[in-house]
């Protein structure tokens, strides 16, 4: 998944270099970097594939679909939870849209009414409240974060719709799916990548942070719940 991150920035914004003091434990990071690597390369990249070759290029568009109307569930809490009421009721309107126009999701109806689309997460949410970001750290699996943004993926991963599901099997049968329809959506994307990648990462995510605390910025393509990509990528 980590090369995933790295062709989004590659393609979403300029990299400004990230402090020395932003990455204290680069040796772990490197280490689990090398992990999630090789996790990619040898079981989520493979799986991937298969996925977008036996599934038709309209279904994987509606699964995405599926997975980003529950991403506005939990945006809309957020912007809720920042003060941003306008932004909260968007993506609310945008779910009671896509859930009942767009049969549970599977059809954006909400874009093609022009309903904008709030993106963001409880790492956002934190840094609104005055919480500091933290040193840089990348997680197993997970890939790269902040120690703010690390504490806003475990809030947003049970305030979910999914994270609320009853029964284990469904929770994470879903959540598995997630993870291959994003891969399957960057498979092509690999080629761009070049150089030291863990440091371009490092980079790119510590300055997609900045830009969203910021407000610079209205999407964070690092967002934990930020799995979209263009369909012309299939």
Not at 164 to 185: F, S, T, Y
Not at 200 to 212: E, K, P, S, V
């Amino acid at each position: 998944m980590l090369r995933v991150f790295i062709c989004l920035t590659l393609v979403t914004s300029m990299v400004l270099p990230a402090q020395a003091e932003d990455d204290p434990f680069e040796g772990f990071n490197r280490a689990i970097y090398s992990f999630n690597n090789g996790a990619d390369k040898y079981v989520i990249r493979p799986v991937a594939q298969g996925y977008a070759a036996v599934l038709p290029r309209p279904a994987r568009v509606s699964v995405n679909n599926f997975f980003s109307n529950l991403i506005d569930v939990n945006a809309s809490l957020n912007a809720f939870l920042q003060g941003r009421f306008s932004y909260g009721f968007d993506n609310l309107g945008r779910v009671v849209v896509n859930s009942t126009l767009g049969v549970f999701g599977l059809f954006d109806v909400a874009s093609d009414m022009e309903i904008p689309q709030y993106q963001t997460d409880f790492g956002h949410t934190l840094s609104v409240w005055g919480v500091g970001q933290g040193p840089f750290i990348m997680w197993p699996f997970l890939g790269p974060r902040t120690m703010r943004s690390s504490v806003g993926t475990v809030f947003d991963a049970y305030a979910s719709p999914t994270g609320q599901m009853v029964g284990g099997e469904a929770q994470w049968g879903l959540r598995a799916i997630e993870i291959i329809d994003i891969r399957a959506g960057f498979l092509n994307a690999d080629e761009l990548l070049s150089g030291d990648e863990y440091i371009f990462l490092r980079d790119a995510y510590l300055q997609q942070r900045r830009l969203i605390t910021s407000d610079g910025a209205p999407v964070d393509d690092f967002s934990e719940f930020d799995d979209s990509w263009n369909e012309d990528d299939l």
